[in-house]
């Protein structure tokens, strides 16, 4: 049976997981995005620093052309940001957050170029929910445990959670319940991450290359 606006079950329920999809590979691709800036800032500064640049206005101006735009929202935060040292830990966090959003993309990129099918569709939501999880676990490993990053952390995790819900054997990705939860959290996500200044509304990203499908990705997708 069609919907009021006649659309069949399944291409409603597509646009659903579909949205909720998008969200999380943004949400991952943001985070992503926002520590290689942050990490490319601090570089830029520590080499300023070397440079025997003094702390007046060249140093200012300095930071600025090299991605104010970027820090910004985070300065902007009433939490105390502490990045991550530059390092093997500080690299180990940018590989991890970049892997989630490459994770994430694929799980998007199998959604839309599948037949609607509610239940691999909502895998796919699920699958890019757990890799923007994965990805707030490194944007606040990332900032030093901040208290908005700590809060977007766990809304990260709580939107994954529901998301796996919804996929499960008692959802199937057709239960409106848990689909309607899963909705509600991801909005959620997106929301703390936006005040932890991981992202911002209406943010264009750098596309993320989703590479070579594995089997082992396809698999995890159950497709």
């Not at 590979?25 to 080499?47: D, L, M, T, V």
């Not at 940001?81 to 590989?95: C, L, Q, S, T, Y």
Request: proline share 5%; glycine share 10%; with cysteine.
């Amino acid at each position: 049976m069609s919907d009021p606006n006649g659309n069949e079950p399944e291409q409603t329920l597509r646009t659903s997981h579909a949205a909720r999809t998008r969200s999380a590979a943004s949400r991952a691709a943001a985070i992503c995005h926002y520590i290689e800036q942050h990490g490319s800032a601090e570089k830029h500064e520590a080499g300023t620093a070397e440079d025997g640049t003094t702390e007046g206005g060249s140093a200012e101006g300095g930071t600025a052309e090299g991605g104010a735009p970027e820090v910004g929202p985070a300065e902007g935060a009433t939490q105390e940001v502490r990045p991550a040292e530059d390092g093997p830990a500080a690299k180990e966090i940018a590989w991890k957050a970049a892997h989630a959003a490459r994770v994430a993309a694929q799980a998007f990129a199998v959604l839309s170029e599948s037949a609607p099918a509610p239940a691999a569709d909502s895998r796919c939501a699920r699958n890019a929910a757990a890799s923007a999880a994965q990805a707030a676990q490194m944007g606040q490993l990332h900032d030093g445990g901040g208290e908005l990053s700590v809060a977007a952390c766990r809304a990260a995790v709580h939107a994954s959670r529901a998301a796996a819900e919804a996929a499960g054997a008692q959802g199937l990705g057709v239960n409106e319940t848990l689909n309607a939860s899963a909705d509600a959290a991801e909005a959620a996500a997106v929301a703390a991450a936006e005040e932890a200044g991981w992202m911002r509304p209406g943010q264009e990203l750098p596309q993320v290359s989703t590479g070579l499908r594995s089997p082992e990705i396809m698999s995890m997708l159950h497709l």
